[in-house]
DNA sequence: TGCCTTGATTGATCTGAATCAAAGCCAATA
DNA sequence: TATTGGCTTTGATTCAGATCAATCAAGGCA
């Protein structure tokens, strides 16, 4: 329970109420569905550990990568204002969740203030990043988006008490393309650039950054002469 | 009162209650602020009337309009997090806002358990609209996300009681593109394409719509020969 | 072992949008 | 009435990334 996202400053009986509520867990295997678009919302899931993608659907077939997820991060939040889900979430490696039934928490998020205050937050913090996104879709070059994504892995794997030198990456140059708004052969254009510049090195889906402070001058950085 | 976004399905009493918070009002001046990136976060404000924009900002000066929001949304979501705003917000015609205090939405959404549920989807709203600006930024064309821009701003006049066919925008083409990613140049061009087409008629910031169902299939159809 | 599939890399070419540049159009002001 | 400045349109050129295409490496499997 303790590792899971939501609970912070809550007391040891706050803890068990809200465990009572999110006691049900569920494994998705890789390539597996946790929940499609369209399907109805009950629950908000709780990431215990793995790895997600989630992605939104034109009528037209064009798919685009919304979010990569990992343990401690909260899905389903997108699903809240109509009571459907609005994308795929699809597990890219084993995957296990807890299943937060909304009703339930609303309920006691009455009853234990600060765990409302942190799901608001929870919920805001999604909003930022997506603005973040909006910005790398919006203004940066191929090179930039690239460098982002790979600074913002490996500040998540950091957290999580992993090297943020040396990780391997769940998703294809595709779903990275699709996320980054640049085709599969852009990105992986992007990378082999990276390593040319012994910036970092690429094995595959095994990447090291080797010089993470050049690799943040890649942002924002394109007036510089190279 | 009644037209504010928040209350729905409340009874008299409980509009009373939301009504003594939320009763500071705030008029601010085309061009003028609502708040500022880095501003401490107190209050939420609901648009009573006029027209706004939000911004964010990279450090190198670069900024991007995350969205344009009109009579009865909701700004200020995004501060919740950090509890300092993370985006400019800018009338760009006279506008009044409604402050909501925070602190006290909460303290009330804990005693009027649908106005807690209402805000939730509104939060979640937020977040698919996001994901729908990342798709477009992530996949369209330049054609097909001014489409989508207008159709959006279509849509949102008709909500309003205004013409959905026959409208005046607020912002410059230089907004318009930094919200769809592209330069104000290609905006006038995407513009005047679709008036050749006698898709929509131009003239500055007039805009109106003569064909919609033909505006609706500019929307991914890339594919068709014209 | 050889055959297939899937994902990644790399090269050649094409194209949509950026960039650079020049006018035009108002509305506000002198 | 002339002038200024902000905004828009349009044209010419350039370039980043898309597209098309070939090759390669790593499994999976008959």
Redesign the pocket.
């Known amino acids: 329970m303790r590792e899971l996202c939501l609970p912070v400053g809550l007391n040891e009986h706050e803890v068990q109420v809200l465990g009572d509520v999110v006691s049900h867990k569920r494994r998705i295997q890789r390539g597996g569905y946790l929940h499609r678009t369209g399907l109805k919302f009950q629950s908000l899931f709780a990431i215990r550990s793995g790895f997600l993608k989630t992605c939104v659907l034109e009528e037209d077939g064009r798919q685009q990568v919304t979010g990569f997820h990992m343990t401690g991060e909260l899905l389903g939040l997108d699903a809240i204002s109509t009571e459907v889900h609005t994308c795929d979430a699809v597990a890219l490696e084993d995957s296990e969740v807890c299943e937060i039934p909304f009703e339930k928490l609303e309920e006691i998020s009455r009853v234990i203030p600060s765990l409302m205050h942190h799901f608001h937050k929870i919920m805001s913090r999604e909003i930022v990043r997506d603005h973040g996104v909006m910005l790398l879709l919006g203004s940066m070059?191929?090179?930039e988006r690239l460098a982002t994504f790979l600074l913002n892995l490996s500040r998540r794997f950091l957290m999580r008490g992993y090297s943020e030198s040396d990780f391997y990456?769940r998703m294809?140059?595709?779903e990275i393309?699709s996320y980054l708004?640049?085709?599969?052969?852009?990105?992986?254009?992007a990378?082999?650039k990276l390593q040319d510049e012994n910036i970092i090195t690429?094995d595959?889906?095994h990447i090291q950054i080797n010089d993470i402070a050049r690799l943040r001058m890649k942002i924002g950085n394109t007036s510089c002469v190279t």
């Open positions: 070059k191929a090179e990456l294809t140059r595709e393309g708004g640049l085709k599969l052969e852009t990105v992986s254009r990378f082999s690429v595959n889906k």
